[in-house]
């Protein structure tokens, strides 16, 4: 059911300022019938604007990647940045990876209608969508808090105090929420820790017995709760100092 707010001026000297804009939240079927709901309960009281709210929505994410959201160029030293996004202009909330190298961001990152909190890339797909959920509730209070104005070129957001404060906690929960698995490796990293197992010697394997090979490594390593990056390029490598 829709979620419409009601500006209104309090006339009936319950508030210390007369013209103190106050809000109200009414679920109804239509606008009329959040106005009649208003009506009923704020007897007396002089109404401003009625609109109807815009609601978080979530879009998860899918796929079968245990870490979707990690990405590493070769060129560069770290992963690529990952966050949620929060989209002001209809609510929207999603999580993805910048592929971005450098400050470059979109029009509307840079105008602020699109709000980004980083988060760990190596997060599995699971605990993304269970942050997602989980910070939900503050990015409707982000969103509740937002006034969108245009200038005849641009829109850009206005946060009212509770809402900048909702973006705080917001930052800190997104940054502080860690992964339970065992993370993002680098195939030559992995197997210093987990010690190849294979019959005979790598240089004399097929490409496609060595394929086979990665692919169960690659399978295990899932098992364990991570995903291992380069697997067959580093076989390859090994069996050439066989």
């Keep these: 059911m829709p979620l419409y707010r009601i500006t209104y001026k309090d006339r009936k000297g319950d508030q210390k300022d007369p013209e103190a804009l106050l809000e109200a939240e009414i679920e109804a079927e239509t606008e009329e019938r959040a106005l009649d709901l208003w009506s009923e309960n704020y007897c007396g009281d002089e109404i401003i604007d009625a609109m109807e709210s815009t ?65 760990s890339p190596q997060l599995t797909r699971d605990e993304i969508n269970a942050l997602l959920v989980e910070v939900a509730p503050i990015a409707q209070r982000i969103l509740d808090g937002t006034e969108i104005t245009s200038d005849g070129l641009r829109e850009r957001p206005a946060l009212s105090a509770k809402a900048r404060d909702a973006e705080a906690e917001m930052e800190s929960g997104c940054q502080s929420f860690v992964t339970s698995s065992m993370g993002v490796y680098d195939a030559r990293d992995w197997f210093e820790c987990v010690p190849l197992q294979q019959n005979g010697s790598l240089a004399t394997m097929t490409d496609e017995a060595l394929a086979a090979l990665a692919e169960e490594c690659r399978l295990e390593a899932l098992t364990d709760g991570a995903t291992v990056l380069g697997i067959e390029e580093h076989l390859r490598e090994v069996g050439n100092y066989d």
């Excluded at 609601?55 to 245990?66: E, Y």
């Excluded at 959201?69 to 990876?97: N, T």
């Design 55 to 119: 609601k978080i929505s979530i879009d998860p994410l899918d796929g079968d990647q245990l870490h979707p959201l990690y990405h590493h160029y070769q060129q560069e030293i770290q992963a690529q940045p990952a966050r949620v996004e929060l989209d002001l202009r209809d609510g929207s909330l999603i999580a993805d990876w910048d592929a971005e190298v450098g400050n470059g961001v979109s029009e509307a990152v840079w105008n602020g209608l699109i709000r980004r909190y980083d988060i």
